[in-house]
């Protein structure tokens, strides 16, 4: 019976996390109030607050949650029998599949994390978790050869990083823009900095140097 409880409450806790990442992405996490998110999970603002004391901790479950998932598709790519059809892989999930909800949550709390400390806190921890994440994969697979060992992994991934941001603010704000006839160019742009990326000087900075 307690058994049952317990899995009671957290069906209970994942319909409201669910009900307000809904909320969050329609109205924006700053605009949506508690009782919105009430009535989007079908329960009274008493039973809510029996589960969650306030909007930031809701935002908390959805990052652990995002960290979990991101941990795990990170491994997958470790595992990969070919790095690069992986992290293409892990490319076309985050930029390209992912649905239009995800990425307006996504802009939300990165909105809110501008003004609201303890979402600041979240916002940093699990990017701070992702950077070392991506940074880990990238330097695994120069071990076994697959990328060139003289990278800076750490400025690659911060770069990467804020790629995908823009590519998240695009989907968000362009409905005519189509990430999947663009992802090719950017996996290629990817592959290429990673294996036989060369300095390139312009002929300015040729004849200073000769200078």
Known sequence: ??????????????????A????????GFHQTSMQEICAEAGMSPGNLY???PSKEAIISVIAERDRAQAAADFAAVD?????????????????VERSDEDIALCLEIMAEARRNPEVRRIHQA????VHAGLVGILRRAAERGELRRDLDFDKIVT??????????????????FDPESVIE??????????????????????????G
């Open 79 to 95: 595992d990969a029998p070919d790095f690069f059809a992986g992290f293409a892989a892990l490319g076309r999930q985050y930029l």
């Open 50 to 52: 029996r589960y969650f």
């Open 159 to 176: 770069v990467l990083l804020a790629l995908g941001d823009g590519f998240e603010a695009r989907r968000a704000i362009d409905p005519s």
């Open 1 to 18: 019976m307690r058994r049952a409880n317990t899995q009671l409450q957290s069906d209970r806790r994942s319909e409201i996390v669910a």
């Open 126 to 129: 699990i990017q701070s978790d």
């Open 20 to 27: 307000a990442a809904r909320c969050f992405a329609r109205s």
């Open 185 to 210: 160019v950017v996996l290629d742009l990817v592959r290429y900095t990673l294996t036989d990326c060369k300095l390139v000087r312009t002929s300015a900075e040729e004849k200073s140097h000769e």
